[in-house]
């Protein structure tokens, strides 16, 4: 009977409980993703400037071999079962560069020997202005890692910006910030990365966390629509005209090409390695490329390109290794300029790019390779 009793006190006590959000559970609205303690995540994040060094979470936590993980606009924090349980941060920074297999030349002896910079035996790079009052003010080794790359001159998202990779994080400088106390910044590539191995990023229920901002700071959840009476029936409608044919798909195995609108770059894909990259310059505004999932659904070596949209018409002759994935948008190579990767978008709604690539790339990429094109 007393263990009757302490059931029935349990159940009238839940019974009893208001349902609300906890604090301990945080769902990112802008992200769709919930953060907890349930693998030690959300205490590392609130210890060790969250906000600033990993971004919002934007997977679920899931298993990566023997590793819980769960990815992060920057970066990754990872559970180690072997290292006591230990959360520590995933080496997003040299996994992105191995990913596109960039190599970094070790610095000159002046460099090394500057005393602005400071020398790491460790990787045998340097670390100096801008980044390295950043870099030990915001966590130094643990948050970031070792320096693996000097700085260098990349694209980000269209523009040239001048960046320095390290284990963990990939430090970037923006030339015109609000405020110039903030012109160091952390590169998204915890997103980058997961983008490029094909991480499940669908949005979470929240159940009963705690709505918030990307800053973590509780955010109201939007209200829920007033009722509305019932539609009035609309007049039966005459039949939709029947779709046009789809192109037949081919399965052709893991190859896979990625386009990245932001970064004006091409990544060509077998299995989950990159063997080739590009850079392309993809539809102006007006003309935007398409974003989505397509394949290539049909090849031409050589044609004369010609049409007319928006006020404009064009002829242009000879156009090389033409591989079509949706209507008349096509991957191919481009003779007429050279502002491949610079930001500069110079189609009418194609991918171009250089000579040498679309010519790789055609003999590479047989009708049916799937080819996404993402913002």
Request: proline share 10%; net charge positive; with cysteine.
């Amino acid at each position: 009977m007393r263990y009757l009793a302490l059931i029935a006190g349990v159940l009238l006590a839940l019974w009893g409980a208001p349902l609300h959000a906890q604090s301990n559970a945080l769902y990112f609205v802008a992200t769709g993703q919930r953060l907890d303690d349930t693998y030690g995540f959300l205490s590392v994040w609130r210890a060790s400037e969250g906000p600033l060094t990993l971004g919002q979470p934007i997977s679920a936590p899931f298993r990566d071999g023997e590793l819980t993980v769960q990815y992060f606009e920057r970066g990754r924090l990872e559970l180690h079962p072997a290292h006591n349980n230990a959360v520590l941060r995933g080496r997003v920074g040299a996994e992105y560069a191995a990913a596109l297999g960039r190599s970094f030349p070790l610095p000159t002896s002046a460099a090394r020997e500057s005393p602005t910079r400071r020398f790491f035996a460790e990787t045998g790079y340097t670390l100096g202005p801008p980044f390295l009052a950043f870099w030990e003010a915001h966590g130094a080794i643990d948050v970031f890692g070792l320096p693996i790359s000097e700085p260098r001159w990349e694209y980000v998202g269209g523009a040239l910006r001048q960046v320095q990779y390290f284990e963990r994080a990939r430090l970037e400088v923006d030339p015109r910030p609000a405020d110039p106390a903030n012109a160091v910044r952390i590169s998204d590539l915890g997103r980058d990365l997961a983008r490029l191995r094909g991480i499940d990023l669908s949005p979470v229920a929240a159940g009963n966390a705690l709505p918030v901002d990307a800053n973590g700071q509780p955010q109201a959840a939007p209200p829920a629509p007033p009722p509305t009476a019932a539609p009035t029936p609309a007049p039966a409608a005459k039949p939709p005209a029947p779709k046009p044919a789809q192109p037949v798909i081919r399965s052709t195995g893991d190859k896979l090409i990625i386009v990245d609108l932001s970064d004006q770059w091409l990544y060509a894909l077998d299995g989950d390695r990159i063997i080739f990259d590009a850079p392309v310059s993809t539809g102006r505004d007006g003309f935007n490329t398409p974003v989505g999932s397509f394949s290539i659904y049909a090849k031409v070596r050589e044609q004369t390109m010609r049409g007319c949209a928006g006020g404009e018409c064009w002829v242009v002759p000879r156009v090389p290794h033409a591989m079509y994935i949706v209507g008349g948008v096509a991957l191919h190579g481009t003779y007429w300029h050279n502002q491949f990767g610079t930001g500069v978008r110079r189609s009418h709604g194609c991918i171009n790019l250089p000579l040498k690539a679309a010519a790789w790339l055609y003999e590479w990429a047989p009708v049916g390779t799937p080819v996404v094109v993402r913002r």
